[in-house]
């Protein structure tokens, strides 16, 4: 207060400003506030195509049918596309510049590993995933009975509760090389707190 009474403009400024942030953050009960442009946003695609002779691994979880899906990997589509939507979050490059298919340390390995490394560099820049969404597109096999299974293994790769990631599958209407039942697709997004 000045010698008139009043809170100088200044001050009355700085009172406004910090009554405006407060009702923009939202207490998350563990000590966090969200504001925003906090919470980053990233997106994955990947597909692979189905081939004779291969597993058909999907999130984590092999599902048994005559063809699986091609690639240097386990070429799980389903993990390619969430760890590209973690990174895409982190605005660092994706999969391909990690675990470039050219490297035989990745011959064969599982993509679970992709998705360990993933969560290993949100918690180097101390982000915590807030959740992930993942479709995926295939004529078939059905999908739907193994959904839960691969909830379970991507949580457990990633460490984090299962309620936080969502997949969900689709056909895509007999169109198209899906639909033809030459390849697999997946599309994922996922949002991460990171601080500024
Ligand atoms: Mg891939």
Redesign the pocket.
């Known amino acids: 207060m000045n010698w008139t009474g009043r809170m100088p403009v200044p001050l009355l400024w700085r009172r406004f400003q910090l009554q405006f942030l407060s009702s923009q953050s939202v207490a998350v009960g563990d000590g966090r506030r969200y504001a925003p442009g906090m919470v980053h946003v990233g997106i994955g695609y ?3 195509q189905l081939v004779a002779g291969r597993r058909l691994v999907l999130g984590g979880v092999e599902i048994p049918h005559p063809k699986g ?1 091609d ?3 386990d ?3 389903l993990m ?2 969430i760890c590209d939507a973690l990174l895409g979050a982190l605005g660092e490059e994706d ?2 510049h990690f675990f470039p ?1 050219t490297d035989p340390r990745w011959k064969g390995v599982p ?1 679970r590993f992709f998705l360990q490394e993933a969560a290993r560099i949100i918690a180097l820049r101390n982000g915590k995933i807030v959740n992930l969404d993942a479709t995926v597109i295939a004529q078939a096999p059905k999908i739907y009975p193994y959904i839960a299974a691969m909830k379970r293994c991507i949580a457990e790769a990633l460490m984090i509760p299962e309620k936080k990631v969502g997949v969900k599958a689709t056909t895509n209407e007999l169109m198209g090389f899906i639909g033809r039942e030459e390849g697999i697709a997946a599309m994922a997004v996922a949002s991460v707190d990171l601080p500024e």
């Open positions: 990947d597909v692979h899906l690639g240097h990997s070429a799980d589509a390619h596309a999969i391909g298919n993509s």
